[in-house]
């Protein structure tokens, strides 16, 4: 029974088919917990979700904000963009299905693996959250999302603002930021005030910048938490932080870990994948 983690598949299913191939990964037995932005940018993102559907409680996902988008797009909420390839679920017959299944997908997950609790998002913690908090306040969200006014969420989610958390934060403010930080967030100032223009490498933080997770006294350091959604920062594997987008619709590798028999225990299996699209373009 083994426990892995993958990162972002962004619609290249044949990549995913690989990896799955690559692991050894049996349906009946082991457990993968995909870490948000399952679709978009590349060529076969109903082949993903049709997949994940096929197997089960196997699969664990999380939603990243190219999930969020094609929620959005599909209730008319955001026009598609010029670099989307969602037409293959917004123009299937299965699209209802397939939509529904990705609207009951939550913003994090915990699971207790050997001992330790392993927190799950697709972006990053805000540092005035213990792991507690941000399960919780993904619970408020998913609520909305699994909810009869998912469309009006959907209108009220976009916006950079506000930037800095407030526990008396209510309504759609409060809403957004927690979108923000569990789907957007790659860097924000010491003080946990989010940026949403960076996206270069940890190593390049602009000033007066740190990555989110190197954030001074950020509540969730003792917990490992395993996240995406930062191609630009590729694999990276420390005590407490494990990031697993590896850019694969970009032409570098879709990747996952496999925990051994404590969370420390990780090995790092990857499949080399095709450019689906190119940065910048």
């Known amino acids: 029974m083994a426990l892995y983690c993958a990162g972002d598949i962004q619609g290249c299913g044949d990549a995913f088919e690989r990896l799955l191939s690559v692991i050894g ?12 932005d399952l679709v978009n940018r590349g060529p076969a993102s109903a082949a993903v979700l049709r ?34 390839t969602l037409d293959g679920i917004l123009q299937a017959s299965d699209r209802g299905a397939m939509l529904d299944w990705l609207r ?19 972006a990053g913690v805000l540092p005035q959250w213990s792991a507690d908090d941000v399960l919780a306040l993904a619970r408020e969200v998913q609520a909305q999302l699994s909810g009869p006014g998912l469309a009006e969420f959907l209108r009220r989610m976009y916006g950079n603002h506000p930037d800095l958390w407030d526990a008396g934060l209510q309504g759609a403010d409060r809403l957004r930021i927690i979108v923000n930080a569990l789907t957007r967030l790659r ?21 007066g910048l740190v990555p989110w997770f190197d954030a001074p006294g950020r509540r969730t350091r003792g917990t490992l938490i395993a996240f995406g959604h930062w191609s630009t920062l590729g694999w990276i594997s420390r005590p407490d932080i494990l990031g697993l987008d590896t850019g694969c619709v970009w032409g570098g590798a879709l990747s996952a870990v496999r925990f051994g028999a404590t969370l420390a225990e990780r090995e790092h299996c990857k499949v080399q994948c095709p450019q689906a699209q190119r940065p910048g373009e």
């Open 25 to 36: 990964f049996s349906p009946s037995r082991d457990t993968i917990y995909l870490l948000g």
């Open 51 to 84: 997949r994940c559907m096929q197997m089960g409680d196997s699969v664990r996902a999380l939603l990243g904000n190219h999930d969020l988008h094609l929620l959005a797009t599909a209730h008319g909420v955001r026009p598609p963009s010029r670099r989307d």
């Open 104 to 122: 009951q997908q939550p913003l994090a997950r915990q699971v207790e693996h050997g001992g330790e609790p392993l927190l799950l998002v697709h």
């Open 187 to 207: 860097f924000c100032t010491p003080e946990g005030r989010m940026d949403f223009d960076s996206t270069e490498s940890a190593a390049q933080a602009p000033e």
